[in-house]
């Protein structure tokens, strides 16, 4: 994967939607130009079975329609049988280095670290990329550690340079510039996307906030 792809990675399960139809809001945000997608089905009421993979197939081909990623969280075998681009794991969600044994180089393989010793676990065990977070305050995950600002960014761009990170947690479009600044090659968002009025428009305007401070003046 390359790090333009990290520019705005979405992130969105079928209950994040407030309601609407989470496909939908899925299409929007792709034609608002969000650069990664990962599927996120967890909480109360999280699709299973059956209504899960097709759930899964359909955001699988809207990625597909506009070139971008298809990331799994959290399922290896649903990553596997829909012929996604990327499994992400968590801290809790099993060894890393195991996971990237059984897929090998055929997947992106993304991690979510929150301090430096998780990062440099991480790039040992085949990561492409980190989350790191959370940046700022969020609601969209009940057990979130406490809001870190950039520093966590910070301190890990400088000690693994290559490894590519996005920031998470509570990142909007006039937020999002420090995260860029701190090192990071992106951001990843739910709720600025998912509980957007036009989740078109806030897709478009954080593409646009990060595109600056990637390339300031
Ligand atoms: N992981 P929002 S914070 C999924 O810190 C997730 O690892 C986090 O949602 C971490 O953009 C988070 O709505 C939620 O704040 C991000």
């Not at 596997?80 to 897929?103: F, K």
């Not at 440099?120 to 959370?134: I, K, N, W």
């Not at 998470?168 to 509980?195: C, L, M, Q, T």
């Amino acid at each position: 994967m390359n790090r333009e792809q990290l520019a705005v990675y979405f992130i969105m399960g079928s209950g994040n939607t407030a309601g609407r139809d989470p496909l939908a809001v899925l299409g929007s945000a792709l034609r608002g130009g969000v650069t990664c997608f990962q599927l996120r089905e967890k909480g109360p009421g999280a699709l299973k079975g059956e209504p899960l993979a097709d759930f899964a197939a359909g955001c699988r081909d809207l990625c597909r329609q506009y070139g971008v990623p298809f990331i799994v969280n959290d399922d290896l075998e649903l990553a596997v049988a829909t012929g996604a681009d990327g499994l992400h794991i968590g801290q809790e969600d099993g060894n890393a280095a195991e996971i990237r044994r059984r897929i090998g180089n055929r997947m992106i393989l993304g991690v979510s670290a929150h301090d430096v010793n998780e990062a440099a676990a991480a790039r040992s065990a085949g990561a492409d990329y980190l989350g790191m977070g959370p940046v700022y305050g969020t609601r969209s995950k009940p057990d979130a550690r406490a809001a870190s600002g950039t520093e966590l960014i910070t301190s890990a761009k400088s000690a693994y340079p290559d490894l590519p990170i996005v920031g998470i947690g509570g990142i909007r479009e006039d937020n999002a510039a420090p995260v860029i600044e701190a090192g990071a090659s992106g951001v990843s968002v739910i709720s600025a996307i998912a509980h957007a009025g036009d989740p078109e428009r806030a897709a478009r305007e954080l593409r646009q906030a990060v595109r600056e401070a990637l390339e300031p003046g």
